[in-house]
T-cell receptor, first 114, second 114 residues
């Protein structure tokens, strides 16, 4: 158990809908990362937050957004969903500058868009 | 940009065989290197890491040495078990940064039979 939790575990929704994925980092970790894992694209970085502020952006679509709250949990919002958004979405956390850079991953949310 | 290349799988071995999974990287700076393992239906687990040239990471009988001259971080294990069957990902992140995204290889599936 990495200490990173993600909910829900599975999500099935229809095209055009909007969903929210939730992540709670390990206790004490300030950085949260979101990744997408799909068969064709592999594991791709979407976005990083550090202590409530956006830190880095990867291949994140404009239809996707995220935020990190004062209690450090994070949410990834996916809107106007398309079939191609079906994937596993992972959250990872790390301690932050000077305290540790290893990323610990949650179990993931499997999103199926029908 | 930075990238990671892993050997294509699947790799199929008998129990107690020697394992090598090749990984090479391209990076402009001095990255940290990681191996992650993903068991079926689970998230990614950090297997081992190395932060500078000639560092050897090791865990659970797995080893990998950071070779700057050949830009490689090959994963080895002397005697694999059926329980090692999983997907293995090589990854890098820029060392010294406040906290940056991991760049992953495409993953190598290992199947070990008894």
């Amino acid at each position: 158990d990495s200490g990173v939790t993600q909910t829900p575990k599975h999500l099935i929704t229809a095209t055009g809908q909007r969903v929210t994925l939730r992540c709670s980092p390990r206790s004490g970790d300030l950085s949260v990362y979101w990744y997408q894992q799909s068969l064709d694209q592999g594991l791709q970085f979407l976005i990083q937050y550090y202590n409530g502020e956006e830190r880095a952006k990867g291949n994140i679509l404009e239809r996707f957004s995220a935020q990190q709250f004062p209690d450090l949990h994070s949410e990834l919002n996916l809107s106007s969903l398309e079939l191609g958004d079906s994937a596993l979405y992972f959250c990872a956390s790390s301690a932050g500058p000077g305290k540790g850079y290893e990323q610990y991953f949650g179990p993931g949310t499997r999103l199926t868009v029908t | 940009g930075d990238s990671v290349t892993q050997m294509e799988g699947p790799v199929t071995l008998s129990e107690e065989a020697f394992l090598t999974i090749n990984c090479t990287y391209t990076a402009t700076g001095y990255p940290s290197l990681f191996w992650y393992v993903q068991y079926p239906g689970e998230g990614l687990q950090l297997l081992l890491k190395a932060t500078k040239a000639d560092d050897k990471g090791s865990n659970k009988g797995f080893e990998a040495t950071y070779r700057k001259e050949t830009t490689s971080f090959h994963l080895e294990k002397g005697s694999v078990q059926v329980s090692d069957s999983a997907v293995y990902f090589c990854a890098l992140s820029d060392q010294g940064q406040a906290g940056t995204a991991l760049i992953f290889g495409k993953g190598t599936t290992l199947s070990v039979s008894s």
